[in-house]
């Protein structure tokens, strides 16, 4: 691609999934704790290509990570993958994710966590109606008061500070550098998949091997 048409790139943090969803140690072994993270993650690129064709506000799709078993999961032209040196935790690839983002003209980057649990369209359509002005954050908290869903203006606006009380942290620092802030709740973005309490409702799908599974 030579040239970039649509301003606001979503991009879909993924580790490996292999040490994927340790929190689920507990209760799923390894093999089981992969097969959630994977499914997760086909969930997640099937709705955001199916909202990118329903949105009122164009976007592409990207994934950041730095698994290579993950990366060749990717055959699909139309998401784009940043490939991270070295995983270095959440903020890391994210700011690797911005730095591509704002190298490659886009106006706006969108986090969206690849472990959201039932996503929405109609809430989706609505996170990004609220983005865009310049100088602007728009957040998403999450049950336990992390960031589920983080839309930036410029791309690297902000230093991305994920990890306990993140949504807290991000709009401390939208105050601090004077960024527009917009906290936007949502029912459908509120609940990710952390913990076996989370899985339960879910559990049967999302712990089934897909072997028909299409690589995205």
Request: net charge negative; aromatic share 6%; with cysteine.
């Amino acid at each position: 691609m030579t040239e970039t048409t649509f301003k606001t790139l979503v991009v879909v943090p993924v580790k490996d999934f292999a040490r994927a969803k340790s929190r689920l140690g507990p209760d799923l072994d390894a093999r089981e704790r992969a097969t959630v993270a994977a499914n997760l993650f086909a969930q997640t690129v099937a709705f955001l290509q199916d909202a990118q064709a329903r949105s009122s506000t164009p976007f592409e799709i990207a994934m950041v990570t730095s698994s290579a078993d993950v990366a060749k999961t990717v055959t699909d032209h139309r998401l784009h993958l940043i490939l991270e040196g070295k995983e270095d935790g959440l903020n890391s690839a994210l700011t690797t994710a911005a730095l591509w983002a704002k190298a490659h003209d886009y106006e706006t980057l969108c986090v969206l966590p690849a472990d959201i649990a039932a996503p929405d369209f109609g809430e989706f359509e609505r996170l990004l109606g609220l983005a865009g002005s310049p100088n602007s954050l728009v957040l998403c908290p999450a049950h336990d008061y992390g960031t589920n869903v983080l839309i930036v203006t410029p791309p690297d606006a902000i230093s991305f500070t994920y990890g306990s009380s993140s949504f807290l942290k991000h709009q401390a620092q939208a105050a601090e550098r004077g960024l527009n802030c917009v906290i936007a709740p949502s029912s459908s973005f509120s609940r990710d998949i952390d913990y076996m309490e989370d899985l339960s409702a879910h559990q049967p799908r999302l712990l089934a091997k897909r072997s028909d599974r299409r690589a995205v």
